[in-house]
């Protein structure tokens, strides 16, 4: 793979097991009609080469890394890949005037339980067909 032309995407990263990152990654998927976003897991390979060791442990948080390799976690990933959508989806700059301490704290609540609440696939997320071109190894 060459990382170069992944790095000038925008990737999100997700937990490849958890059924709401994998349900948020159908809804991007839907929405992003000008197809801008890549996914990867972050237990897969493109996390691997990409991604700093630092962040290669978090598997609990969304990392978003846009096209200038300016990287995002938690509600601030959520809030930087609902503005790459563009149209309606670019009001999510509003959520950005909240400190980001307090819409953090309800992410890893969300993060902590997202198992318990959402489930746990017993295998990293396979793309079809339709989604190969987007969601990398």
């Known amino acids: 793979m060459n990382s170069i032309i992944y790095a000038t995407r925008d990737i999100v990263f997700f937990d490849g097991y958890c059924v709401l990152c994998n349900g948020f990654v159908d809804f991007l998927l839907a929405a992003d009609t000008k197809t801008k976003l890549r996914f990867a897991s972050l237990q897969g390979k493109t996390a691997k080469e990409l991604l700093p060791p630092s962040y290669l442990h978090a598997v609990d948080t969304v990392i978003f890394i ?3 390799y300016q990287i995002s ?20 700059f509003i959520f950005s005037f909240l400190p980001s301490f307090l819409l953090d704290k309800f992410y890893d609540l969300l993060a902590r339980n997202r198992y318990s609440w959402f489930g746990k696939r017993n295998t990293c997320r396979v793309p079809t067909d339709e989604e190969k071109e987007r969601i990398m190894p």
């Open 66 to 68: 846009n096209e200038r």
């Open 73 to 92: 976690t938690k509600s601030s990933a959520i809030i930087e890949i609902l503005k790459t959508l563009g149209g309606v989806w670019k009001l999510a």
